[in-house]
């Protein structure tokens, strides 16, 4: 296990105990700042390195989302105080080999949803927010407050050559799934923050559990992402489905596609699909295609 001296105690020693004996070989690395988790273990993904590792950052100076937009935040403002961390910023690289890829971000979403929430309250009820899903690759609160949002996720593969499986003969046909690896970057606000210059006010943990912090959450979402990872390569999407479908902030609502179209959403397929309801019909979107935008 690796670990630098950053200024906040996080839990590598238990999420290595936790997540080793799933993940062999597994490290947890934690630094004061780098450009961007995602960039660092795609990096050493080229390079050849591919074990699993957890990368945690208290301030990253080029953080990247979906699409190409700037996802920045950490300790910047904290100097060489304990001050609690406005964001957590982490990725999770690990070598996988699903037979199909389609719905890994939503699957991801679902674990990091359940692990902050694992009690959905009921819709319009008094009380915490809903921590909800937005297609493809968004956590939101659902509130009083409004549809704001918690955080973003940002899943990148690299290929990967796997080792020969043991005892299989040289030249035997190659699995139904190429081997690769992937890095399940995730952000999350943690602390509330401003909102100038924002469409939106962005939502906050505090808001979910007061009091809840960094190193907290990163130990609640760690290993069920492991668990959901391990399954979806088994399973696919397909049975994380239902699961999505509760937390689905877009369902039955009117939504703008970034080509100008205009629909209603109508949850996701078993392929993680957006279906959206439009003036040509049902179409399937995908996250490769369009983005959406919910109609206020």
Not at 7 to 27: C, H, I, M, N
Not at 57 to 77: I, K, N, P
Not at 154 to 159: F, G, K, R, Y
Not at 212 to 230: C, Y
């Amino acid at each position: 296990m690796m670990s630098s001296t950053p200024v906040t105690r996080w839990p590598a020693e238990a999420l290595w105990q936790t997540v080793s004996p799933l993940l062999p070989g597994f490290t947890v690395e934690v630094l004061p700042t780098i450009d961007s988790t995602n960039t660092e273990l795609m990096r050493r993904a080229r390079a050849g390195r591919c074990e699993p590792t957890l990368l945690v950052a208290e301030q990253q100076t080029a953080g990247r989302g979906r699409l190409g937009r700037v996802w920045q935040g950490g300790a910047a403002d904290r100097g060489a105080t304990a001050a609690p961390l406005p964001s957590l910023m982490m990725s999770l690289g690990l070598p996988l080999a699903p037979r199909d890829w389609s719905g890994l971000s939503l699957a991801v979403g679902v674990s990091v949803a359940e692990s902050l929430q694992p009690v959905l309250p009921p819709p319009g009820a008094a009380g915490p927010a809903r921590v909800g899903l937005k297609w493809p690759n968004d956590l939101w609160l659902s509130g009083a407050a409004g549809d704001r949002k918690l955080g973003g996720i940002l899943v990148e593969t690299a290929s990967f050559v796997a080792p020969q499986a043991a005892g299989s003969a040289p030249g035997a046909a190659a699995p139904a799934s190429t081997a690769r690896y992937v890095v399940v970057g995730i952000g999350l606000n943690v602390l509330p923050r401003s909102g100038e210059g924002l469409s939106l006010p962005p939502a906050s943990l505090q808001e979910v559990e007061p009091g809840l912090d960094a190193p907290t959450a990163l130990l609640r979402i760690v290993p069920a992402l492991v668990g959901m990872l391990q399954g979806f390569e088994l399973y696919g999407f397909g049975p994380v489905q239902p699961r999505f479908a509760l937390r689905d902030v877009l369902r039955d609502r009117a939504v703008t596609l970034s080509d100008g179209q205009a629909g209603t959403a109508h949850g996701v397929g078993d392929d993680g699909a957006l279906l959206v309801h439009t003036a040509g019909g049902m179409q399937a979107i995908t996250s490769a295609e369009l983005s959406v935008r919910p109609v206020a």
